[in-house]
């Protein structure tokens, strides 16, 4: 069974910084490309970052280029989002996943407010 669990969320200040892991089980990991998502409320899931399975490739959507960071372990089945220099507008549910298969998760929820 493909599952995928978020943690690492939380309350952060603006410009503050959080470290997202997503522990994931139930598929070959180091074959599969992982993304980064998050929601907002109100609003559509959106796609934050993606990695491929050698960490080689990472892409990022414009509004967190420059401040997220994503990256993965392979031994340790895990991909992991760093988030720097935090802004109200990150204040989303974030998930992660394999494009090609699996469900969602919990998500973790990270809230960036003064």
């Known amino acids: 069974q493909v599952q995928f669990v978020e943690s690492g969320g939380g309350l952060v200040q603006p410009g503050g910084s959080l470290r997202l892991s997503c522990a994931t089980s139930g598929f070959t990991f180091s074959m599969n490309a992982m993304r980064w998502y998050r929601q907002a409320p109100g609003k559509e899931r959106e796609l934050v970052a993606s990695?491929?399975?050698?960490?080689?490739?990472?892409n990022y959507a414009d509004s967190v280029k420059g401040r997220f960071t994503v990256s993965r372990d392979n031994a340790k089945n895990t991909v992991y989002l760093q988030m720097n220099t935090l802004k109200p507008e990150d204040t989303a549910v974030y998930y992660c996943?394999?494009?090609?298969?699996?469900?969602w998760g919990q998500g973790t929820q990270v809230t960036v407010s003064s």
């Open positions: 996943k394999t494009p090609r298969f699996g469900s």
């Open positions: 990695i491929s399975s050698n960490s080689i490739n990472t």
